[in-house]
């Protein structure tokens, strides 16, 4: 028994202090699945669930495109209007998304809040849009 001991505590106190840094796991295809993954804004303002959501066809959505676009517009508008060009830019260290608008040349700032599988949550940093939290989910089937 002794020896077990002896044995393993040098792997306990030496695992914890091996000094070897991680490094944060890239988060870009997460939003837009190595091709392109359209996200809708499902709830704004997380901290007052008693406020109105629009409907689904008026909701904005986020459409992230592997090259590093991305189209922010109306549901109901997909495909019927031009939309203003931007990127995206993900910075999986500090869980911070910026959007560039180009022709506006409005950016949008956003920290990457809680991530799961079927939703995220988006804090705003600075944008003229969002002031609240924003919850965005994958475009469910209709």
Not at 43 to 68: H, M, Q, T, W
Not at 95 to 121: C, M, P, Q
Request: glycine share 2%; aromatic share 14%.
């Amino acid at each position: 028994m002794k020896f077990v001991v002896y044995f393993f505590i040098p792997f306990v106190i030496f695992s914890c202090t091996s000094g070897i840094e991680t490094k944060a796991v890239d988060l870009t295809p997460f939003f837009c699945d190595n091709s392109s993954k359209v996200w809708m804004v499902n709830n704004v303002n997380l901290k007052n669930p008693s406020l109105p959501v629009a409907k689904i066809d008026f909701r904005e959505v986020f459409i992230f495109y592997k090259s590093g676009r991305i189209i922010v517009q109306p549901l109901n508008s997909l495909g019927n209007i031009d939309y203003e060009k931007a990127e995206f830019l993900i910075d999986s260290e500090s869980r911070i998304l910026k959007i560039y608008f180009s022709k506006s040349k409005e950016s949008w700032t956003f920290k990457i809040g809680d991530i799961h599988a079927n939703n995220v949550i988006l804090k705003p940093i600075s944008n003229k849009i969002f002031h609240k939290n924003i919850e965005i989910v994958p475009l469910p089937e209709f």
